[in-house]
T-cell receptor, first 113, second 115 residues
Framework: DAKTTQPTSMDCAEGRAANLPCNHS???????VYWYRQIHSQGPQYIIH???NNETNEMASLIITEDRKSSTLILPHATLRDTAVYYC??????????????FGQGTILTVHP | DTAVSQTPKYLVTQMGNDKSIKCEQN?????MYWYKQDSKKFLKIMFS???????INETVPNRFSPKSPDKAHLNLHINSLELGDSAVYFC??????????????FGQGTRLTVV
C-alpha cells in the first residue's frame, strides 16, 4: 500500500472550514484514498473515501488532485467536536487485503472557539 | 444498538495471566479484525478473519490467538501476558466485497494494562 504524508498538527477556528492535506505520491491506479478520524478515547471512525473524483458526504468533502498524488479533506464548518486525529490512508480495492488499513501518525486537528 | 461492541472496556491484569477480549458485530459483516494501538498511538492490524477463516496474521506472537465461533464474533485470547502487551485493542468489521469498497467500523476499544 502507498505511503501517505500528513502534517503533524493543525488548528482551526470553530465555524471555519478545516482543510487537511495529504500527500500520496506513490499511489497506484487501483488504490483508493480513505480518511478516518479518531476522537480521544474512541475507536477510529470512517469519514469518506474516493478513487479519482471528488466526493462529498454529510461529514466532509474529499478533493483529489488530477494526478492523484495528493488530496485534501475538507470539513466545511468545523465544530469543537471535530477535534481529533485525522488519518489519510491509501488502500487497494477489494479482495482479502481490504481492511488491512495502514494507519500513519495522522494529523492532530484542534478546533478552538 | 452498538454496531461493534467489545468487552471489557478496561482490563488490568498481572504478568503471566491469560485473558480474553470479546468482540461482537451486529452489522451482518463477514470480515472482522483486531488492531492494536500502542503507547505512541500507532494503530496496527493484528488479525483479519473472513467468514470465520484467518486471512491476515501480521506476525503476532503465538500467545495471541483469535477465535471466531461465527461471523458475528471474533474474540482475542492472550496467554502469558507481558508488560509490552499493554495497549488499546480495537475490534473492527467490514463487508468484504470484491467489487465495491466499503468502510470498516471500529469498536470503542479495550484498554489492557499489564502490571
Amino acid at each position: 500500500d502507498a505511503k501517505t504524508t500528513q502534517p503533524t498538527s493543525m488548528d482551526c477556528a470553530e465555524g471555519r472550514a478545516a482543510n487537511l492535506p495529504c500527500n500520496h505520491s506513490t499511489i497506484s491506479g487501483n488504490e483508493y484514498v480513505y480518511w478516518y478520524r479518531q476522537i480521544h478515547s474512541q475507536g477510529p471512525q470512517y469519514i469518506i473515501h474516493g478513487l479519482k473524483n471528488n466526493e462529498t458526504n454529510e461529514m466532509a468533502s474529499l478533493i483529489i488532485t488530477e494526478d492523484r498524488k495528493s488530496s485534501t479533506l475538507i470539513l466545511p464548518h468545523a465544530t469543537l467536536r471535530d477535534t481529533a486525529v485525522y488519518y489519510c490512508i491509501v488502500n487497494r480495492s477489494g479482495g482479502t487485503s481490504y481492511g488491512k488499513l495502514t494507519f500513519g501518525q495522522g494529523t492532530i486537528l484542534t478546533v478552538h472557539p | 444498538d452498538t454496531a461493534v461492541s467489545q468487552t471489557p472496556k478496561y482490563l488490568v491484569t498481572q504478568m503471566g495471566n491469560d485473558k480474553s477480549i470479546k468482540c461482537e458485530q451486529n452489522l451482518g459483516h463477514d470480515t472482522m479484525y483486531w488492531y492494536k494501538q500502542d503507547s505512541k498511538k500507532f494503530l496496527k492490524i493484528m488479525f483479519s478473519y473472513n467468514n470465520k477463516e484467518l486471512i491476515i496474521n501480521e506476525t503476532v506472537p503465538n500467545r495471541f490467538s483469535p477465535k471466531s465461533p461465527d461471523k458475528a464474533h471474533l474474540n482475542l485470547h492472550i496467554n502469558s501476558l507481558e508488560l509490552g502487551d499493554s495497549a488499546v485493542y480495537f475490534c473492527a468489521s467490514s463487508q468484504d466485497d470484491l467489487i465495491m469498497n466499503t468502510e470498516a467500523f471500529f469498536g470503542q476499544g479495550t484498554r489492557l494494562t499489564v502490571v
